[in-house]
């Protein structure tokens, strides 16, 4: 990506309304309030694409122009956009963020291949959404940023859009689609250094369903739904920013000074999301051991606020229960762990148990239930109507689609009490997510 040219992320100060005061609240407030967003927009350094000029572009078949040329009625005025997010009158604008990998140096999609990827499934989702077309914003950055060439304001612009980069792929009220299919020839979306860490942020703490992977999408489909379900991303733990940073060295960067500035921005970005987290929902992802390990890593930056951990429907068994097992005395705030459903034998159940009450933590807070099932095909299908049905306040995230897998007639009444559990268990997670 050429988009960066500094060696360091400037300092960024927090927009108006949101105050940095080093409380967990305030700092949980910048991915989640619509105050972030209309301040990263404040000054005409970003511009939001609108969806009805993106459908007009694409049907002309040429390439996008740079943020410099953007035509006045491309792009959304920020005093309009917000103005129709606090209106109940108007459909609250739907913001959707792209993220790809450049494919020349020059410009970022020449023959227009991303824009075919991603501009055709625009109409669905807003008729899913029961939105318009002029409902809909886009932050691309060949677009939405200021590019080379560049005057000495264009300069200036950019690094002041810089400061607030992280809000398009990591806030509640953004999703973010991945365009990690490329053409045959060109270096893949995964080896790209930019592209990593808009993923990584697309996945710090937000909803999985919010997150979707196009280059999963197969021919053939029919609704939206059957998309949303399709290509929900892959998710891993969140990295720490030193194995973030290592793990950098190996991908490829259009300008290699930008090597700094994404490692810079995660840091900030992870410090931001995760050191004021109180919830983390992790079910139904199928992680098993592995994932386990690396997230009792993270537990260690969030311990302090963190007071409830969903890891159920998962395939955790006797490493990963013991990473957790270890890291409880650092998670000096946790006050629910649920681990049902996942593959843990007796041995580790009981040291868990033995190392809850050891730290002092609520008697029941600790859920292990039933283990030693396999709910992958069954659980993240049920996790996705799950989404659906409860229609996340914060981000209205896509996931209408059936679920996904088999079960046999036998597991039909397990399956039918599973989904029940996980829907009083989403509604309460969402609900003490609006409380806090």
Known sequence: HARAMQQELPAGALPPGVQD???????????????????????????LVRGTWLQWAHSRGTMLPRWQEMPTDAVWNAEELFANVVD???PTPRIIAISHSWLKREHPDPDCFHLNA???????????HEVGLDSIAVFYDWCSLPQRPWSESDRKAHRRALRTIDVW??????????????????PTYEDRGWPKCERALATLTRSPESTLDLGLLRGGWRSWGQVANECQATRRPPATPEKFAADLTSKRFGIPEDLNVVSSLYRQAFDRALSAESQLWYAGLGWGDPEAQELAQLLRFCGSTLRDLELRGNEIAAAGAAALMDVLPSCTALERLSLDGNCIPREGQQGLRDMWERCGKPRF??????QNFRPRGVMPGMLKDVGSSQGSRLGDTP??????????PAAGGAASEQLAHLLARQAAFE???ESS
């Open 21 to 47: 005061t080093g409380e967990p609240r305030d700092r949980m407030r910048y991915y989640r309030e619509w105050d972030s967003l209309r301040g990263a927009l404040a000054g005409g350094d970003t511009l």
């Open 88 to 90: 109940p009158q108007r």
């Open 365 to 370: 807070g600790l859920e292990l239930g039933e």
């Open 169 to 186: 792929y990591a806030h509640w009220h953004v999703e973010v689609w991945l365009l990690t299919r490329v053409p045959d020839g060109a």
């Open 118 to 128: 991603f501009v055709p499934l625009l109409r669905h989702y807003a008729e899913y």
């Open 399 to 408: 996931g209408r689609g059936g679920m996904s897998g088999t079960t046999t």
């Open 431 to 433: 609900a003490r997510i």
